[in-house]
C-alpha cells in the first residue's frame, strides 16, 4: 500500500485489484441468484451432512432424516432456482443492450436521473439487482414442496441399510405426483423460458409500482441480498414445515424433529445472520473505501462493489445456516422430541 500525492490518493499494489478477486466480484453481480444457489448448494449437501452427522448424542435416525433433508433442499434448491434465474439474467442483459425496446419512457425517467446514462443509474442498478435477487424468493414454495417430498426418496438411496420394514417404498408408481408433473421427461419444454423472462422482466420494469419502489429504496442497495435471503429462508422455513406435517411418506415419530430443527435453525439464522450481517458490514466500510482508492479509474467499479454486497451476506447466512447450527439444532430437535413424547406418555 503506498500513499502519494498532496490530496492522499491511495495506490494500493495489492490485492484489492486482483484479476481473479475482480472477476469473482463482477460474476456475483451478475449472477447473484446463480451465486447464492451454488453455495447453498455446496453447504446444504456436503457441510451441513458433515456436521449432522458429527451431532452427539442424537437419534441415528433423526440424523438420517436431518442428511437426507439438507440434501434434497440443497439440489432442489439449485435446480430450480437455476431454472428461474438463468432466464431472468439473460433477460436483462439482452433489456441492457437495446433498452428503448423494452423500457417506455415513463421507465426511463424513473431509472435516469442526474445526467446518468441507463446503466450507470444507481435507481436502474438497483432494480436489476432487486429483478436478479428475487428467483430464490419466488421458487421457495415449490423448492420446499418438492424437496420435503423426495426425503423419503433421499433417506432410501443414501441409507440403503436401512431395515426393509422401515422403508417408505418408493414405487414408480409412488413417484409420478402432480407436484413433480412440470419436470417430467415428457413434459419439460425449454422452449419459450428466455423469451417468457424478457417478457416479464421488460413488464416488471415497465410497471409503476416498481418504479416507484425502486425510488425510495434504491439507496438501500447494500441490503438487497441481506434482504431477499431473509425473507426466502423464512417462507422455506414455514412451507417446510407445513409439508413435513402433511406428507404421507415421512414416519410420524420423524416428522417433529424435522420440523424442530428447521425452525431452531431458520429462528437463530435470521436473527443471528442479521445481526452479524450488520457488523460485518460496519466494519467493511473502510475495506471498501479502500478497495474504491484501489479501483478509482476502473469502469465496473461499481459492479464489483455490487458483488461485495452479495457475497458478504450470502456467506454470513450460509456458513451460519449451514456450518455452525447444524450440529447445534439437530441435538436441540432431538432433545425436544423426546420432551414432548414423555410430555404425552
Given at each position: ?41 455446496i ?13 452427539p ?45 423494452y ?9 435516469t ?76 419444454s ?67 424433529p424435522?420440523?424442530y ?85
Amino acid at each position: 500500500m503506498k500513499i502519494t500525492g498532496p490530496d492522499n490518493v491511495i495506490n494500493f499494489k495489492s490485492g484489492l485489484n486482483n484479476k481473479f478477486l475482480l472477476k469473482s466480484l463482477e460474476t456475483a453481480a451478475n449472477h447473484p441468484a446463480s451465486f447464492i444457489a451454488g453455495t447453498t448448494f455446496i453447504m446444504s449437501v456436503f457441510v451441513r451432512p458433515a456436521c449432522v452427522a458429527l451431532t452427539p448424542k442424537t437419534d441415528k435416525e433423526n440424523k438420517k432424516y436431518a442428511i437426507a433433508d439438507s440434501i434434497s433442499s440443497g439440489l432442489i434448491k439449485f435446480a430450480i432456482a437455476e431454472l428461474v434465474a438463468l432466464p431472468v439474467e439473460n433477460a436483462i442483459n439482452h433489456i441492457n443492450k437495446n433498452p428503448q425496446n423494452y423500457i417506455n419512457d415513463n421507465a426511463l425517467k424513473c431509472f435516469t436521473q442526474n445526467g446518468k446514462t441507463l446503466l450507470n443509474s444507481k435507481n436502474y442498478k438497483f432494480a436489476q439487482q432487486l429483478i436478479k435477487n428475487t428467483p430464490p424468493l419466488i421458487t421457495a414454495i415449490p423448492k420446499s414442496v418438492i424437496a420435503v417430498a423426495l426425503i423419503p426418496f433421499f433417506m432410501n438411496k443414501l441409507f440403503p441399510e436401512r431395515n426393509k420394514r422401515e422403508k417408505n417404498n418408493y414405487s414408480q408408481k409412488d413417484a409420478y405426483n402432480p407436484v413433480f408433473a412440470p419436470f417430467y421427461k415428457d413434459n419439460v419444454s425449454f422452449k419459450g423460458f428466455n423469451n417468457t423472462a424478457l417478457k416479464g422482466v421488460s413488464k416488471v420494469l415497465n410497471a409503476s409500482a416498481f418504479q416507484n419502489f425502486v425510488e425510495k429504496h434504491s439507496q438501500n442497495d447494500a441490503n438487497i441480498t441481506r434482504n431477499m435471503t431473509i425473507a426466502t429462508d423464512i417462507l422455506l422455513a414455514i412451507s417446510s414445515v407445513i409439508r413435513t406435517k402433511k406428507s404421507k411418506k415421512i414416519k410420524e415419530d420423524r416428522k417433529n424433529p424435522l420440523i424442530y430443527n428447521k425452525i431452531i435453525t431458520t429462528a437463530i439464522s435470521v436473527f443471528g445472520g442479521y445481526k452479524i450481517d450488520k457488523m460485518i458490514q460496519n466494519n467493511t466500510k473502510a475495506f471498501i473505501e479502500k478497495f474504491r482508492q484501489a479501483n478509482i479509474n476502473n469502469p465496473k467499479l461499481d459492479k464489483y462493489i455490487q458483488g461485495i454486497n452479495v457475497i458478504r451476506p450470502t456467506l454470513v447466512f450460509a456458513i451460519l445456516y449451514y456450518g455452525i447450527l447444524p450440529i447445534l439444532s439437530t441435538f436441540t430437535a432431538d432433545k425436544a422430541d423426546k420432551i414432548h413424547k414423555k410430555s404425552k406418555i
